[in-house]
Every structure is written in structure tokens, then in C-alpha cells.
């Protein structure tokens, strides 16, 4: 089992910048490739950002390149989501998520081996 538990969510104004964390526990953390999600109000959960095991390959919606980074420190059990530019469309419920494999099932199917609790961020226009 791994345990997946959120934090930094919060309001913020568009333009402006948060950062998630996500920090881990059970099971060793560097042998999941990690994942972010997010779900807004009335629609379903779309992926967000992917990072390997080892934090040398990442993967990132359209909706966020070049705005969103996704990092992983290993020695911490943590990953974290550094979100700039934020926009009132980014309001959402964002989950943290784990992943047997780094592959793209993770960035077309809303399937993960464990779910953080999400934590909501809210981008005021």
C-alpha cells in the first residue's frame, strides 16, 4: 500500500503561482512513477503531469506545457507540481496519484495504483 497525502492547494489570483506537494509513504517511493490529476466542479478527472521513477522523463497536458512543472525528490518521499501563470480554467480538485510503470497509460486513461485525497486550488480571475 502506499499512502498519498496533498497539500499547498489554495486561492490564488490568475497570473499568480502555487506549488503542490504530495508526500508518500508505505511502500518505497522510487519505485513509482508519479502522477497529477485534477477534477473541476461538474467534470470528470483529466490528467494533468506525469514523472518517472527516477525524475528523468516528465509528461504534461497541452493545457499546461510551459506553465506547469512536475519535480520528484526521492530522499523526501515527495513530489511537487509548480504551477505559474495560473488561470481561473486551472480551478480544480488536484490528486496526486502512483503508478506501477512511467507509460502512457498513465496520460490517456484516468487509471492509477493509488490516489492521494485531492487538494483544491482555486484561481480567482
Known amino acids: 500500500q502506499v499512502q498519498l497525502v496533498e497539500s499547498g492547494g489554495g486561492l490564488v489570483q490568475a497570473g499568480g503561482s502555487l506549488t503542490l506537494s504530495c508526500a508518500a509513504s508505505?511502500?518505497?517511493?522510487?519505485?513509482?512513477?508519479m502522477g497529477w490529476f485534477r477534477q473541476a466542479p461538474g467534470k470528470e478527472r483529466v490528467f494533468v503531469a506525469a514523472?518517472?521513477?527516477?525524475?528523468?522523463?516528465?509528461n504534461y497536458a497541452d493545457s499546461v506545457k510551459g506553465r506547469f512543472t512536475v519535480s520528484r525528490d526521492n530522499a523526501k518521499n515527495t513530489v511537487y507540481l509548480q504551477m505559474n501563470s495560473l488561470k481561473p480554467e486551472d480551478t480544480a480538485v488536484y490528486y496526486c496519484?502512483?503508478?506501477?510503470?512511467?507509460?502512457?497509460?498513465?496520460?490517456?486513461?484516468?487509471?492509477?495504483?493509488?490516489w492521494g485525497q485531492g487538494t483544491q486550488v482555486t484561481v480567482s480571475s
Open positions: 514523472i518517472s521513477w527516477s525524475g528523468s522523463v516528465s
Open positions: 508505505g511502500r518505497t517511493f522510487s519505485d513509482y512513477a
Open positions: 496519484s502512483a503508478h506501477y510503470r512511467y507509460s502512457s497509460t498513465i496520460w490517456s486513461s484516468n487509471v492509477a495504483d493509488y
